[in-house]
Each structure stands twice: as C-alpha cells, then as structure tokens.
C-alpha cells in the first residue's frame, strides 16, 4: 500500500513526529510520539477512518464505509506500530486498518494539536487609507503559478488588489477571472459592463456617485471575489474608493461597542428588484464568526429595505447604521485611485466595501467590466496550487 | 406623483386600513388606523424611507438619499393626513415626505403588525414515507405561468417534485431550468452527466449505491435546487431514494435530544478533492434559523472529513451521527421510485436528501443529467409570477 492511497488524499502528510508507543484503554486508543505529545483516538473514529482499499474506493478517494455499519461496542483484538511506524489495528471482527502517521497527527484531536491547528489558520491583514497597494502583473500572473497564487494570497488576506497590464479588449477579464475558475453568474449577467445607461436596473449602471457598498447584499451568499476591469476612461470623475470593512467594523467595536453588537444582532433587509427579478435578503450588517471575529459585511444603502426591528430597538439601529455609514466617510480609512485602461481591482466582495465618485458622462467615455466568483473557488484553487 | 412611484417598488400595497389620525411624539409620529391599530413610526425611519424623487432615483426605484446626511435630531415641522389618505410629512429642513397608507400598513412596525408578517412566512410541510409525490407535467409549465408558479411552490414548500414529459435529448433540462432563472455552475460543470465512468472523481459517478446525501455539503452555500433528468435507464437497480431532513431533523429532536443538539453545535468537515480542485467547508450538520426552525441539512458520508472535535465531544458526536444516519434509514421516513426517461426530479437539495440503490450497468445504459440552481433565484422567481 503506498502513502498516498494510504491517506485517501491529495495531499501529502509529512512525519511530524514519529508514533513511539500505543496503549489500548476501553473506549481509545492513546497515540504516544516521539516528541512527547499524546493524542487519543476513539474506537469509533479509527474505524470511521480506516483508509483501506475496502473503506475508500481508490479512483475517487472517497469513503463507501459507513460507521453505522459497525457495531457500535467494536473494539480493537490488536493494535501496534508496525515495522513501517504506522499505527496498526486489529479489528474484533476481522478488519485491518492502518494508519500513516504523518495523516495521523495532521488529524489528531487532543487539545494541543487542535489549537495548533487554529493558530495555522490565516487571518485577515487589516488595512488603513495608508496601505501599500498590492499590485501584481497579467502577464506573470497568466503564465506563472507562483505568480497566481501570490496574487491569490493577496486577495484572500488583504482582500484588494490590483493587476496591471491586462489587455482592454471587452470580455479580456474572463480569462483572468478563469485563472482562478469559472465564473459566478448573476441576474446581471456572466461578465457585466459597469456603464451609465438611460434604462439603468441599478444605479452602478448611472453616472451617480455610489456609497461604499459590497455587491449582491440581496443574496444569501454575497459574491466572494469581485473583479472590476477598465477599458475606457475619459470621463472626469468617478474614481474607485475602497474601505476594509472588517478594520471599520473592529474600530466599531471598539469605539461604541452598543453600535457594534446591534449591527451583529439585528438582521436587515436588502432589496433588488427590477421587471424580471425580485431578490431579497434579511441578515445583519456584521456577521461574526465561532470565535467572534468579524467574518463578513453586508451593506448597500441603495438595495436597503426599509428598518424592520421592534419599537424598542429602532432608535439603536439608527444610532448604528449612522454611525457604521459615518466611519466609511471617515479618511483614516479611505483609499482612493483612478483606474486607468488595462488595470482592474480584484477584491473581497464580503469585506472590502468599494465606492464610485460620480462622473461626467459629458466629458468622455467610460468603460469598466465585471464579473464575480466565490470564496470556494478562491479557496479550492489556493489549496490546489500549494499541494 | 402616481402610487407606484411613491412606494419605489415593483410591487403594489393593497390599503388594508384607511389611515386615520396622526399624532407626533418627541422621536416618533403615531399613526391611528381606521381599524384602531396605532403604529409608532420613528423620525428617523421616516425621513429615511421618503420615496420622493429626490431620495429614490425613479429608473432604478433605488435609494440615493443617506440617512447620515440628514441631522440626527431632525423632525417634523408637520405631520397629516392628506385629501388622498396618504402621511404628509413636512421636515424642518424644508424637505416634504408623503407616504403611501398601503405601504406604510405593510412596513408597520408595531409589534402587532410584526408578529402577523411573521405568521404570514411560508413553512415548509414535513412528509414522510406516505408522501403523495407532486406531480407537474412538462408542457404545462413550460408554457403557463401559473403551472410554473404551482410547481414552484412545491418544490418550496415540499422540496420533492417530479415533472414528467420531458425530452429525452441531452441537453433538455437547460430549458426546464432556465424557466426559474439561470443555472448555477460548479467544478462538475453546467450540467453533469452521472453515468457510471472509469475514471469518476466523485462516488455518483460509479454504480455503488450512494447513501443519503445532500449535493456539494463540501461549499459555504450548498445548491438550493437540484434537478435530475432520466434520458436512459435500462440497467438493473439504480433506484432513487429521498427522504424529508428536516422531518427526520424534527423527530430526532423529539427522540434524542442531545443527539439533535450535537449535530446543531459541533461543525464537521465536508471535503471534495480531486486533481483540479480541493473543496473543504466545516459547518454543523442541521442549521437552524433564527427562530430555531430546522432551516438546513448539510450530509453526505462520501464526503465526510475526519471529525475535529474535543476529545470530551467527540463520543457524543459519534453517537448523534450514528443516530441519525441509522433514521434516514428507517421506512417510516423513505420515498423510493425508479424514474424513467423523460421524467426528472427537481428538489430542495439543502433539505431532501436523496440516495440512489446500486445498479448493475452489466444489464443495460442508465444515463442521467443534473444541475443545480439557488434557492435566491427560485425565490426572486416566485415573487415576480406573484406579482
């Protein structure tokens, strides 16, 4: 059996510490290793993931095992290290598992190796009017998977950047976006063209100054990544703003923390609505994750809904939405450019709220394309590129 | 100014109850319906809602107006009942708001006017293995939108549908989606083909039986609809299996409580990896909403990553999964029919969990198509036919 088969995986374990003892209680089994640490792994679990030809069909390195099928009182007759250092278990009913014990501890579930894990996680850099823009280049980026997953890192940790060079042919963004995956449809289309328009369905398509905003806040997924491309800008005006919104909403927190607890509380609703479609999405503004760190930002002032709390807790409301929309206004948080043809922003859609001067549509033309996709994807292909 | 316009929506607001008096409070104006209900309405709310021209631009009906730009101690100088029935309120700023009865009576916020919104939600209907399938017929709503809005109230509702007649060319089931809204793309394509293959990089495209699942537990939002289309199926087996979630997620709150709570409490890890792609999402097996209602069923056993969970937990988690898998199954719960060509299921995949009985694709072709689509569109698409 080969290590790869072995971990039902594509991705490879490397042998953190060697396993140097295994003892056998009622209901577990205690791992000891070589640097000391003990890890316990219940009957029920070893079984569950035995990675063995019978458990995990090979092609597709998913389980056909199901724990429901054991007894639940099974338990190990044997269980040793073998010559090859893997764990080894003799199953009362006949079955063999065997463990890498590199999968092993990556998976081990005492509470040492499972808030070392946590702390591996990454966690967002916040950023101020004053962050160094991250600019990466298409030609790199297209060519170059080192170069990708440098960008993508980016997008995933500091949630804008830009990309330079790109050529400003209309519908050039897909292939960038395809770097990534494919592309996240909406009611505005696959890619969207971001131009002022006498039938406009939304006011992105006037020549209106926008608020700081995220997109889609109607959906119950707001797009994870937003790409917004530049082909023509002879218009005065309309410069691109942008705001980490995860940065305001922690200034919130610790500024007027009744502010910033109402917005995690109370769910509001956003609204798109046109001849065709009618989206709505009732959620709050801050959504925290498990451990209470500000995990996402919903807000459009334009696709709002009207305010639908109780009596007692509306004048809280307003006090927050006021005082979230005054902090997006505040320059201690502000980046401002003008994107030029042949640049684009790609940015988190969930945190990084974005804003659009007002423009002159009399004084030439402007030309932006767009297009989203979704944090699994982003994710996915992150993972992908540093197996 | 025509009604329409002055509620900046696409819907109409029947008048429900003529509005009556007005009186204004320090922070509040309280509006005296003709049916003796008096609902408060905040300053702020009002000046916020003002559907007048100059606060919602009348293309898009979308908000341009921010509350952070009127004076948070603003208030009337004014408030009345007009010759048309409408709340005209005069600001002391010089700004004139003037509110539709029938859409101020819908945004109520009175607790009254709250609690029956609340009770006029659609609820899901739970079944059981009694289930009498809702049936729909291809050509009918194909071409009639009332047989598309009954369909797709049934698949909201109930989550479990059949349409019969459909073409069996490749290809045909676009058409029946596209009759809700776009189709929602994923690593397996627009629409996939589940046949049994050589080289499968998931289980459903194998002959083994696949146990009760939900499709793509392994992304942040699982599809809301999946649809599943017989083009050919002469092998021998292959039955479809579906069972109510939030049914059996119901009964094991009753059965064995902390076994519900277990699978509402402790995130387990859904994976899908293959040599293009590394999906993983951690999340709770039964989400509930915020009202404690059953919202989502997250599963599938192939998919399963190793559980990460204390060391104190992780025998409860064993148990609550073990328990749970063993109901979906048991018969009282289950709905099995072999489906023939030209027939399709369309159901709520983050709710019905659906399995298929091995085949034998010794004894003849089976050739299925699938896709998926959210549940905002089939949302946003039962609004607009109910307009």
């Not at 009362?92 to 590199?102: I, T, Y």
């Not at 939304?202 to 926008?210: C, D, E, K, P, V």
């Not at 937003?226 to 082909?231: D, I, R, T, Y």
């Not at 009207?306 to 006090?319: G, H, I, K």
Request: glycine content about 4%; charged content about 25%.
């Amino acid at each position: 059996m080969n290590t790869v088969a072995a971990v039902a995986d594509f991705r490879t374990y490397p042998l953190i510490s060697a396993l140097n003892g295994v003892q056998r209680l009622a209901d577990r089994v205690l791992a000891e290793w070589a640097d000391g640490r003990v890890s316990p792994f219940h009957h029920a679990w070893l079984r569950d993931n035995c990675p063995c030809p019978q458990c995990v069909y090979s092609v597709t390195r998913e389980q056909v095992f199901e724990i429901v099928d054991a007894s639940s009182s099974l338990e190990p007759a044997a269980a040793r290290i073998d010559s090859d250092g893997r764990l080894l278990i003799d199953w009362q009913d006949g079955h063999l598992s065997r463990f890498d014990p590199g999968w092993l501890r990556a998976h081990a579930y005492d509470d040492e190796s499972r808030a070392e894990r946590l702390a591996a996680k990454p966690r967002p850099f916040l950023w101020r009017s004053d962050l160094q823009l991250p600019v990466f280049d298409y030609a790199a980026l297209m060519n170059d998977n080192d170069a990708l997953l440098h960008w993508l890192l980016a997008v995933r940790d500091i949630g804008l950047t830009q990309v330079r060079g790109v050529p400003t042919e209309p519908g050039s963004l897909k292939a960038v976006a395809q770097r990534i995956s494919f592309i996240r449809e909406s009611n505005f289309g696959v890619l969207f063209n971001v131009q002022s328009k006498a039938d406009a369905d939304s006011n992105a398509y006037t020549a209106f100054n926008l608020p700081l905003h995220t997109d889609l806040p109607t959906r119950e997924l707001q797009p994870g990544l937003q790409f917004l491309h530049c082909l023509v800008n002879d218009a005065e005006g309309g410069e691109s703003i942008f705001v980490d919104g995860f940065a305001i909403a922690e200034a919130l927190r610790r500024e007027d923390p009744p502010s910033f607890q109402a917005l995690c509380d109370i769910p509001v609703e956003f609204r798109n609505k046109d001849r065709h479609s009618d989206y709505r999405r009732l959620a709050p503004i801050i959504a925290l994750d498990a451990l209470g760190h500000v995990a996402e930002i919903r807000m459009a002032n334009f696709l709002r809904g009207a305010f639908d709390t109780s009596v007692e807790q509306m004048p809280l409301l307003y006090r927050a939405y006021r005082r979230f929309i005054a902090m997006t206004r505040e320059p201690r948080f502000r980046v401002m450019r003008r994107l030029n043809p042949g640049e684009l922003w790609c940015f988190d859609n969930r945190r990084t709220l974005h804003a659009r001067n007002a423009f002159d549509p009399a004084t030439g033309a402007r030309h932006f394309q767009g297009c989203y996709i979704d944090r699994d994807e982003l994710l996915s292909r992150i993972l992908v590129l540093q197996r």
